[in-house]
């Protein structure tokens, strides 16, 4: 497709296991954004990836949480040892551009409802 | 933390026009100012981008006065169907990136 694909659209686990998130962006989208909405709440910016550069893990809330991005197209975001504050939507989203410059609109997936019991 | 500043909620009623304003105090030279509309259980999409004076498209206006340190949305004769959660964006520079953060945004609610 041509949009921004993310999978699982929903996942329920149990407190303490692993999950992993994936997202494909739209292809030739140099930059990949990862988002977590709390119910209610705002978007919680978590990790950006611009290229081939070093991602920014600046909002990342713990070690449990970490993505990767392979071959600068699909991206993982896996969190440990889940907790049931990690219970959120995970948004994907891909941009052409960097940051707040011309063509960095960003284009985001339907995202992946978490629910840890 | 983002670079913006919003109203938390606006109400309208239905034809009338809405603008909401936001505050960018600290936007960098090259950065274009975005907006997003989110509905619920939506991801956020596009509204319009702008750099400076007046952008104009089939669904909103963006004013962006000369010395760029805010910006207004207009929403021309709103509807039901306009109510959301609207997001102003520039640039965030912390750490050496250049990524978008988001806000709180704007919760508009129109009423019939």
């Known amino acids: 497709g041509a949009g921004v694909s993310q999978s699982p659209s929903n996942k329920v686990t149990e407190k303490g296991k692993d999950v992993e998130l994936r997202c494909d962006p739209i292809s030739g989208h140099t930059a990949l954004y990862w988002y977590r909405q709390s119910l209610g709440q705002g978007l919680e910016f978590l990790i950006y990836f611009q290229g081939n550069s070093a991602p920014d893990k600046s909002g990342l809330p713990s070690d449990r949480f970490s993505a990767e991005r392979t071959g600068g197209s699909v991206s993982t975001l896996t969190i440990q040892r889940t907790q049931q504050e990690d219970s959120a939507v995970y948004l994907c989203?891909?941009?052409?551009?960097?940051?707040?410059?011309?063509?960095?609109?960003?284009?985001f997936g339907e995202g992946s409802r978490l629910t840890v019991l | 933390l983002a670079k913006t500043t919003q109203p938390i909620s606006m109400d309208s009623y239905e034809g009338q026009e809405v603008n909401i304003t936001c505050s960018h105090n600290?936007?960098?030279?090259?950065?274009?100012i975005t907006w997003y509309q989110q509905f619920p259980s939506q991801g956020p999409r596009f509204i319009i981008q702008?750099?400076?004076t007046k952008v104009t498209n089939e669904v909103a206006s963006l004013f962006i006065p000369a010395d760029r340190k805010s910006s207004t949305l207009s929403l021309p004769r709103v509807s039901l169907s306009d109510t959301a959660v609207y997001y102003c964006?520039?640039?965030?520079?912390?750490?050496?990136?250049?990524?978008?953060?988001f806000g709180a945004g704007t919760r508009l609610a129109v009423h019939p």
């Open positions: 964006l520039v640039g965030d520079y912390a750490g050496g990136y250049n990524k978008l953060i």
């Open positions: 600290n936007i960098a030279t090259n950065d274009y």
């Open positions: 989203a891909s941009s052409l551009g960097r940051g707040g410059a011309v063509g960095g609109e960003l284009f």
């Open positions: 702008g750099y400076k």
